[in-house]
């Protein structure tokens, strides 16, 4: 089975304080996402990437960076959270052939409070 | 770009009936793919359905269908002999292939 992990389940940081979610999936995965979640909202795609070292921004980007210096491990990061950052974060894998497409595994998401 | 778009924020079912989530989409492609996610209460979301676009035969798996109207962008689950654990955010997504595109989403309730 595809496992994806998140490094917390639940995050409490203050305004402006760094935060580092980190996403580990076991399955050689070429692909990697972040995306937040909120009521009323759906999903939004915030960074993406399609290899080590390389990253595209997705719809909402703003106030978030990322890295990817190995292919099983993508880190989100928030330089100064603030409480507009307060939100439900998920990370999906998935891999891509010639021909197929994969769906997205996606991890149990960490739910960030900032205060 | 493209959108998708969930007309029916929540639904209800009766344990054992029918139900049909609805989803369209707005897109200029012809060849894409799409989903139906599930995600249950404080649990992982998992893929319940996909389908190719370029496949005319609706996707099945066990009690989950959709009903796939290419020329009307339409893309519907339907639901099955509904059981309790089907309770649920179900999230319809387009994708080609990635990143994907997602709806906002239905709340399905299931009554005992």
């Known amino acids: 089975d595809v496992k994806v992990t998140q490094s917390s389940r639940y995050l409490v940081k203050r305004t402006g304080e760094k935060v580092f979610l980190e996403c580990v999936q076991d399955m050689d995965h070429e692909n990697m996402f972040w995306y937040r979640q909120d009521p009323g909202l759906g999903l939004r795609l915030i960074y993406f990437s399609y290899d080590v070292k390389m990253k595209e921004k997705g719809d909402i980007p703003e106030g978030y960076s990322v890295s990817r210096e190995k292919k099983e491990r993508f880190s989100l990061i928030l330089e100064s959270a603030s409480t507009n950052q307060t939100s439900m974060y998920l990370c999906a894998s998935s891999y891509t052939t010639p021909r197929q497409v994969s769906e997205q595994f996606f991890g149990p998401g960490t739910r960030l409070t900032v205060l | 770009a493209q959108t998708v778009t969930q007309s029916q924020p929540e639904m209800s079912v009766q344990e054992a009936e029918t139900v049909t989530l609805s989803c369209t989409y707005d897109t200029s492609e012809s060849d894409y793919y799409l989903f139906w996610y599930k995600q249950p209460p404080s649990r992982q979301m998992i893929l319940v359905i996909r389908?190719?676009?370029?496949?005319?035969q609706n996707a099945t798996e066990n009690r989950f269908s959709v009903n796939f109207q290419k020329a009307a962008k339409s893309f519907s689950l339907k639901i099955s002999d509904s059981q309790l654990g089907d309770a649920a955010m179900y999230f319809c997504?387009?994708?080609?292939?990635?990143?994907?595109?997602f709806g906002k989403g239905t709340r399905l309730s299931v009554i005992a």
């Open positions: 389908q190719e676009a370029y496949k005319q």
């Open positions: 997504a387009w994708s080609r292939p990635t990143p994907l595109v």
